[in-house]
């Protein structure tokens, strides 16, 4: 009987001490879930990439897909999907979580704050992809800032926008984002 409250108390404290450890979830994209993500691509500024977004049922479960050729002709270079994030929740956190699967390509999540007045003005971070589902953890203070204008390190708290990306070189995109959260 002694044996066991010990055995519990211990457990009771171990999963205590990691509740400050927890992920908070952003999207997993299931039916239920909040999120509202809008497809953008370089055409809004001339270029001629082309792809689509759409969510897909995969094998663990619903998840984003964001697919196409990404064309640095014309001055272009991206597809993304974005959505709008409050900072407020991401205050405490030190980054983001993903679990993705692509096709072997690096991606980016691109940061807008609420000190991004243009729309190159961004903290980037990249990640690579595989074939098989992958846990990728974004720290916070490795997102670096896209140019002038702009903090040199993130603020989460003034977090206003989330982009996932393909970028910056000519390339076919396939990426599937299953979750996004902050740790």
Known sequence: MLVKRIWLIIGFMLFAHQGGAQSMLIDDFSPNSNGQWSYFADTVMGGVSNGSARIVQTDIGPAAYLYG???????????????????????????????????????YIHLRTSGSYLPWQYYSAEFPTTSEWTEVWLPFDSFVSSGRGMRK???????????????????????WVEEISLY
């Open 69 to 107: 050729r990404v064309s640095t002709a014309n001055n272009g270079g991206f597809i993304q999907i974005r959505t709008s994030f409050i900072g407020k929740t991401a205050q405490n956190a030190k980054g983001l979580r993903l679990r993705v699967k692509g096709n072997g390509e690096t991606y």
């Open 153 to 175: 390190s993130l603020r989460p708290r003034s977090i206003s926008s989330l982009g996932v990306v393909a970028y910056g070189k000519d390339h076919r995109a396939d990426l």
